[in-house]
């Protein structure tokens, strides 16, 4: 990445740093969230704790319907434990705020602003002038590969350039955790993996915390320092694998015996909790 690009961009950081070793922990702490109540209670997460540390790459991986969703937004403010406490740098999370950058499968661009106009959004309603502005959206623009794309609206880019908008949206704000539910899952194999690629990319520059949902192993891994598993609902993790492979990383990655055992392992999780949420819900 140009390191002009890098060095205009970290002027507007709020600590003009490469981002702070102190901003970015995530602590959750004996939550639980249960949706209803009475015989129709759902508990989507049971008595769940972690601690990320500042700027780890960490996955969530779990079969569907596990509550990685529910988990995700409970750090965003979306959702709230129903006992227990989400805490991002020490603060406890009871609604969303700037600090936490979320990126969605489904686009949530504006549809009707131009993709420069997505970007300096977030730092308009901050309270930057309009100079500023305009200078930090286009220093995403480039940092994401897409200055050229600044005046074109959402509807005329491809889903993978959307999702790129989406992430610089997200990081425009300087958040200290961005948050990331299944973000490639509705783009095809190809672009899936330019993807991955590029987000390693601007997370090595950025160094923000990231907590990334996903039900794809190979993504998993290929990302994360640290995968946590997930249990068949209700969800609780029950893994937290260490991820040692070599940065940067490269699509080769997958052909690998350090890869291929870290997916057998992951696998054999996954399957055991499909095969349990499969036999809850045949027994219904
Ligand atoms: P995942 O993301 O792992 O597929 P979710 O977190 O979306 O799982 O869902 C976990 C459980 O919580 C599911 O049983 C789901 O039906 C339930 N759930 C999620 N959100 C809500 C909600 N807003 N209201 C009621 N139930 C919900
Ligand atoms: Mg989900």
């Not at 997460?45 to 960490?58: C, K, R």
């Not at 901050?126 to 623009?141: D, P, V």
Request: charged share 20%.
């Amino acid at each position: 990445m140009n390191s002009a690009v890098i060095e205009k961009e970290r002027a507007f950081r709020p600590d003009k740093q490469k981002h702070s070793v102190d901003r970015g922990r995530i602590e959750i702490d004996k939550v639980s969230i249960v949706f209803g109540s009475g015989p129709t209670a759902n508990v989507a997460v049971q008595e769940t704790s972690l601690e990320i540390s500042p700027g780890e790459f960490v996955c969530i991986l779990g079969p569907s319907g596990c509550g990685k969703s529910t988990l995700l937004n409970s750090v965003a403010g979306y959702v709230n434990p129903s006992s227990g406490q989400v805490r991002v740098d020490e603060k406890v999370i009871l609604k969303p705020g700037p600090d936490r950058g979320m990126v969605f499968q489904q686009y949530s661009l504006f549809p009707w602003k131009t993709v420069h106009e997505n970007i300096a959004f977030g730092p308009s309603i901050a309270g930057h002038s309009r100079k500023e502005c305009t200078s930090i959206a286009n220093t995403f623009l480039t940092m994401i590969g897409l200055a050229k794309m600044a005046n074109k609206l959402p509807g005329e880019l491809s889903g993978g350039m959307q999702q790129r908008v989406g992430i610089a949206r997200a990081l425009a704000n300087y958040p200290s955790v961005l948050l990331m539910d299944e973000p490639f899952g509705a783009l095809d194999a190809q672009t899936r993996l330019m993807m991955q690629e590029s987000l390693l990319n601007i997370w090595s520059e950025f160094g923000t915390t990231v907590l990334f949902v996903t039900h794809d192993v190979d993504e998993a891994i290929f990302l994360a320092d640290r995968i946590l598993i997930m249990s068949a609902s209700p969800g609780c993790v029950i893994a937290d694998l260490s991820v040692k492979l070599e940065r940067p990383r490269s699509g080769e990655l997958a052909t690998t015996p350090e890869f291929i055992d870290l997916k057998r392992q992951c696998l054999a999780y996954i399957r055991a909790e499909s095969m349990k949420a499969f036999e809850t819900e045949e027994a219904h």
